[in-house]
């Protein structure tokens, strides 16, 4: 199977969407199959190399006039690498892959990582599109994709190719109690209402002590999924910002409670591994290309026959 990976961009910025492609593109390589990825490039372009990616360069700015340079190079890397499967993970790409498609040449995989984008229901060019969460499958079936046409693979970043292990990573000195939030500093992700909480709750423990990993989220989107639905931890309604900084004083506040909740937090890990991500995308594919088989049988049926 030969898989072709579009992204815009192969920057090191902490960009979730290029982080999953990196992964996956990584991952199929070692699993064998020839993988490349097309995109404006960037630091992860020599990770991919290590792995046997190949990269061809895509720049999909979208001017006019850079548009119809991308037009023409896709098609030539379409002719080079010749694809089974073509999976584009941003909206410019599956433009580009679904509208200069010739006679279905490549099956097409989308991945819808931003929903709440009015761009997003363009994903729907593809074949098939895959859902980050249940929560985003229901919303684009809402917006008007086909039922039969999504699939479910939540993400997982456990066991990347991108990170080091666990034990070779050097520990930060930091002073306690620390609270750290992972998230891009956008108002979407819910930071003003987080800054504003650590305002109210700051005076209230000036001392250091040390605090635990317990996690505190908005109720929000496929969040309440990722947290198991509030067993590996405590859920919030999102903007917020009183309820977020009474759970943040009880955590800080009781020992036995956050030690409940960090123990919590550690359960039933297995499922975000980067690997389980791979595998399930991976029959996404295979899937596809099972249907492309039959319908093939089915026509040249047709031609034999006459029926």
């Given at each position: 199977m030969r898989i072709l990976h579009i992204t815009n961009h192969l920057q090191k910025i902490g960009n979730g969407i290029v982080n999953v492609a990196v992964d996956l593109a990584c991952l199929q390589a070692q699993s064998g199959f020839d993988v490349a990825v097309a995109s404006a490039g960037g630091e992860y372009e020599t990770l991919l190399a290590d792995y046997g990616v190949k990269h061809f360069h895509l720049n999909q700015c979208r001017t006019p006039l850079n548009l119809i340079k991308a037009t023409w190079n896709y098609r030539r890397i379409i002719k080079d690498f010749q694809p089974d499967i073509v999976h584009v993970h941003m909206m410019t790409g599956v433009i580009l892959a679904g509208i200069f498609r010739k006679n279905r040449e490549y099956h097409l995989v989308s991945t819808i990582h931003n929903e709440f984008q009015p761009s997003a229901v363009l994903m729907g060019l593809a074949d098939q599109v895959i859902a980050v969460s249940n929560a985003v499958a229901n919303s684009m079936m809402k917006r008007g994709i086909p039922s039969e046409k999504l699939r479910v693979v939540s993400n997982g970043t456990l066991g990347s190719p991108r990170h080091k292990k666990l034990q070779d990573y050097q520990p930060v000195a930091m002073q306690y109690p620390s609270i750290t939030t992972v998230a891009g500093m956008y108002n979407r992700k819910g930071i003003s209402e987080l800054i504003e909480a650590f305002k109210i709750i700051a005076e209230d423990f000036p001392e250091a002590r040390e605090a635990g990993c317990a996690i505190i989220?908005?109720?929000v989107d496929g969040i309440p999924e990722t947290l198991d639905h509030s067993q590996?931890?405590?859920?919030?309604?999102?903007?917020?910002?009183?309820?977020?900084?009474?759970?943040?004083?009880?955590?800080l506040s009781d020992r036995q409670l956050l030690n409940k909740w960090k123990f919590r937090a550690q359960q039933n890990l297995a499922r975000f591994h980067a690997a389980r991500v791979n595998e399930e995308t991976l029959a996404v594919y295979r899937e596809l290309m099972r249907k492309s088989n039959v319908i093939k049988v089915m026509e040249i049926r047709k031609l034999v026959t006459g029926k």
């Open positions: 989220a908005s109720n590996a931890g405590i859920l919030i309604p999102p903007k917020d910002i009183g309820t977020l900084a009474n759970t943040l004083t009880q955590l």
